[in-house]
């Protein structure tokens, strides 16, 4: 039987476990990336794990998302970034040059090597046939030290791509497509692999603007084949060596096929507040639109604000609308800087900001109250942008050029008949910004520089053989990570520094709890079904582990923090609806069990007692692996005794 | 007697006094300019005076401070302003347009014209022969409405300068000569006209340099006589109607004359903390530095950031350093875009920001912890780049180029050979940004536009005859407006928005203040001396009168805030050690006089009876015309009351 892409890249990096859909498998990670606002947790655990030198054959480190540096904790952070890339042999990409995703892209990712990065859209260069993967920093400081990374086997299916966009249609409008057809439930435990006569129309960057979206079907990754467009690409990149030619085989077995013919597409929109209610722009048209915003990692590529440029080329912007191009690498900016098309779009009335995630996160450029705002990035989540009720939507640069020009939503193809479509030009070279990233042998630094906001990460003990403390909270269901640990600016600038970070676990349910928990000496939290949905941020493990916390009883746990749980060593018991409602905050719990013992022999069933006084039995479901790691106490305890059982760390090699 | 260039454009606008040192004159403006961290008080305090059109020759709202907008209520703000200013009748500068000063000088300033503004930057085109002064919003306001502006007339100070730079040394080095022998207090009360065979030397852009930092020296304002130079700089920014030559008579009389010679100075650098802390670069070299910033109103301009470019070219900066460019106006950045320097620099490893104020008040690109920051701004007032215990050094962009190419204080003149002192080049045309700038007569709204954060004005009621109350606070010596009205980013946002914002009135002393003033009916501030140094902010009273405070016994008053009680209604009366002593926080205090009839008949001692037990007297020291405006209850109510009296306000006619 033949192979798909996808298994193709995993056989070549398979360390354990079978390639059937559902099964855990560990594979070889080639290169990884990390970003400012996770990557200071890595390199923390990094340093943890007693690790000295990054092992994968690339690791690089890019500061993005916080490059405004409005306070001097994100200043504190690049710089600690930079010496811990430094110190470690990372490439160090420095405030400014840009979005991980892009600047990865054009410096260092390549065909059929593996790639684990700390950020959701980590697929983006599925788009140059990478097997990329999104994960907790955990995995990735773990990979960075050698180890393998763990995943389910998702499903592979064939995204079949038949004719050619025509004028006005985007890339974006692909991806917008599966948006509509599928939903963001509906890539779940899934790998998008693109195939058909349509791939072969589409650059590279067309694709990786449909890879770095695959992120909001839900999925566990996208991917092209590696072909003469890829090979282009890598050659205007600068970065020919890195081509090697990979297609699926003709007789490769998919899981599911969705076709999807290019030639009927037209320009999409999706509309407030979710990046699946998409409909076709003509239907949204008319809506006033007060910002129109060009850039972040799914369309802030030169090639793709161009066609934008040349849409603005002698025109002016509506008067009422403002328009910001952030563009997705200073090697994007500079290149639209050296010819023109810089001055010419802020001629046209725009404003360029630096290269950064910025707004897509709601960092800078929120929205007016009760206005809409149209931007060419990847999510637009209710408030992500800053504000609560914001009116997001996302589109193609065309689009959102065309909307700027009219001061309200337009399909493109009713502009006045002298814009003509822009059409897709790649540069002959994508050339600048050579001097942003500090190699590894040209480190300024050779050890680690810590400002007053960044801590230690604290390590778990092994997992007691008795387990007794308060329940010290009990909450309802459908807890978010965002009630466990918010994200908020002024919360967000902590994530280096646990112990205040700490401070606000858990603060919009009760902000007791985090001194409360302090205060016990160990204890419970209790939740209702579905504990821990949303975000994979792992500090929503680590702060309640930092706390004391030593278990959580709920009726069910969302699938990432679950695992994020074990990653930290709590205990995740299932309960049922009746233990739930017996159970009172303030209760004393008690595991009956030999906890450790019982974790590691496979025992599922757990006794509870409550008070002294009554008994009720808690799940715990978890793989071999999961329950090793939880009784060591927490990946980074269980990583680290590894290392020292096998006489060091890889690093000391 | 011949007259000096100040006193001729004073005479020209002369409405009310004479021009006697120390006396108050009334003077009609030409012009105002407002940005958008003062501006919406501006705009909302118009509104509530009943104005319905600018009466100035020339209104031009910016949107400078906040153009990141890191909050929506920046952004609101900024729709309020563009409402406003197309409702009134304003020049409309468009977010990320760039710094007020800049784009005033580039599209309004002229010779001969009064420009009043509310930023303490206003005297910039005094380089241009403007007679520019910096006030509180509310004086905007009221000369916005055809108002007369009052103020004492200063001392006016000749300076004489001999000679031409030699290289290297720039017109940065000439105000920071100033400084280093004034120091930051030496122009208090003063005007300095500068003169002298060295003037013709300067081009107007580093006239504007030196004008613009005239506000370091604490004086009212700087001036330079209109002359060649002034008519080019005109014509190249397209404005050469605009030119008017000045001159002071060859035989006025000053106050004071001091004498440079520009061939004597040598780049010089302000060392932490204070811009009058300047030595010679060479005293300071060898510092490593970790940020490097040009920008800012002082140093933003085309003609700047030149220089640097053409010494960064074909080299790169130092790894260990980030590199900001933050130009002052949209135009410069165009104009850089357009000639390719911006992606020289960026190519050299510079970061370009928008054009914004941003970092100069400390918003964004925040230095890091215990790390040097080198920019060519106008301030460096300890925790002002917006962290405490910060290390900013204040110089030319020659001295900051050459610092981070080397990463370290450097003297340019030490640099290698191969890089050759640039000189100042001006382009034979400003042109760029022309979208930016919505003109009244093609404004886009008719009303205003208030955000949730923006609310009303709140005025006063004119001075009861019985003034009654508790003393809510006692405070110490010292208490500054930012004591009073924190300016941290987290309560600069609420400046739209009084009961909000008074929430954090005096929290930094008690944090129970607000609450129990408004639980009260009516109080008093008890201080010792010197209250309400600092910050001109008016909010400072605003805040204390929307409370229900109605007068503020202390030792001594900082003169500005004394202004502003008066400007707000609030009561000002001195007390002597002995009363402030006796006086406990939470005293009954009543003001045994007809308090209004007093104020008005010009008594000077009031009664004071404390607890109904025991009396003292405060003294009341102020003009009539001020004794009108605190009997009216503040100069809003005053202003308004006599536009009734008058038939109706200016606007109405």
């Given at each position: 039987m033949g192979q798909t892409l996808t298994e193709k890249i995993l056989d070549d990096h398979l360390v354990e476990g079978e390639l059937e859909p559902g099964e855990e498998i560990g594979i070889e990670i080639d290169q990884v990336l990390t970003q400012d606002t996770t990557g200071t947790l890595v390199w923390l655990q990094f340093e943890a794990l007693g690790l000295d030198e990054v092992q994968t054959e690339l690791a690089a480190q890019y500061c993005d998302h916080q490059t405004y540096q409005f306070d001097f904790k994100n200043t504190d952070d690049h710089r600690f970034l930079r010496s811990a890339a430094g110190t470690f042999g990372a490439y160090f990409s420095r405030p400014g040059n840009g979005i991980c995703h892009n600047v990865h892209r054009e410096n260092f990712a390549a065909p059929g090597k593996t790639l684990l990065g700390s950020d959701s859209h980590t697929p983006t260069p599925g788009g140059l046939g990478q097997l990329a993967i999104g994960s907790g920093g955990l995995d990735v400081a773990v990979a960075m030290g050698g180890g393998a990374y763990y995943v389910e086997m998702p499903e592979v299916v064939n995204v079949r791509l038949e004719g050619e966009l025509p004028d006005w249609a985007t890339a974006k409008d692909v991806i917008l497509e599966m948006l509509r057809r599928l939903s963001v439930k509906g890539g779940v435990g899934k790998i998008f692999e693109y195939t058909g006569p349509g791939v072969e129309s589409l650059t590279a960057p067309e694709r990786m603007t449909i890879t770095n979206m695959g992120t909001e079907l839900g999925a566990t990754s996208s991917i092209f084949p590696s072909d003469e467009q890829t090979e282009d690409y890598l050659e205007r990149v600068g970065r020919e060596d890195a081509y090697e030619p990979l297609q699926p085989d003709d007789d490769a077995e998919y899981a599911d096929e969705i076709t999807i013919d290019l030639s009927d597409l037209e320009p999409l929109i999706a509309q407030p507040s979710m990046p699946d209610k998409v409909v076709p722009v003509r239907e949204a048209a008319g809506e006033d639109v007060e910002q129109v915003m060009i850039g972040s990692c799914t369309n802030g590529g030169y090639e793709d604000i161009l066609p934008a440029a040349k849409m603005l080329e002698d025109q002016t912007i509506d008067l009422s609308t403002e328009m910001i191009v952030a563009p997705g690498s200073k090697k994007a900016s500079e290149m639209l800087a050296r010819e023109g098309w810089t001055a010419e779009l802020m001629a046209a009335g725009v404003n360029f900001s630096e290269a950064t995630c910025g707004a897509c996160i709601g960092i800078g450029h929120v929205p007016g109250s009760d206005s809409v705002s149209l931007r060419t990035f990847n999510r637009n989540f209710e408030g992500r942008s800053g504000i609560e009720d914001d009116n997001v939507y996302l589109c193609s640069p065309e689009v959102a050029a065309a909307a700027a020009l009219e001061g309200e939503i337009v399909d493109p193809r009713d502009l006045d008949d002298d814009i003509e479509a822009p059409g897709l030009e790649l540069p002959d070279t994508y050339a600048g910004a050579e001097e942003d990233i500090i190699e590894p042998d040209e480190a300024v630094d050779d050890e680690l520089i810590k400002g007053p906001n960044i801590g230690d990460v604290p390590l778990k003990d092994p997992l007691d053989s008795h387990l007794e403390g308060e329940a010290l909270l009990k909450m309802e269901d459908n807890i978010t990570t965002d009630h466990i640990i918010p994200a908020t600016q002024d919360i967000l600038m902590?994530?280096?520094?646990i112990p205040k970070l700490s401070e606000f676990t858990l603060s919009r349910v009760d902000d007791t709890f985090a001194q409360r928990s302090l205060d016990s000496d160990g204890g419970f939290l209790v939740a209702g079904e579905n504990y821990g949905q949303g975000s994979s941020r792992e500090h929503a493990a680590l702060c309640p582990m930092y706390l004391g916390i030593e278990g959580v009883l709920a009726q069910s746990f969302a699938r990432i923090h679950r695992a994020n749980l074990f990653n930290f060593g709590l205990l995740p018991l299932e309960i049922d609806e009746d233990t739930y409602e017996q159970i009172d905050q303030g209760d004393d719990i008690e595991i009956v069990d030999d906890v450790e013992e019982a974790v590691r022999s496979g025992q599922e069933e757990f006794t509870i007692r409550v008070n002294d006084d009554w008994e009720a039995t808690g799940i715990l479901d978890a793989s071999a692996r999961e329950r090793e790691i939880l009784a060591d106490g927490g990946k980074l305890t269980h990583v680290k005794q590894q290392y020292e059982e096998e006489g060091g760390a890889p690093a000391d090699d």
């Open positions: 902590y994530r280096s520094n």
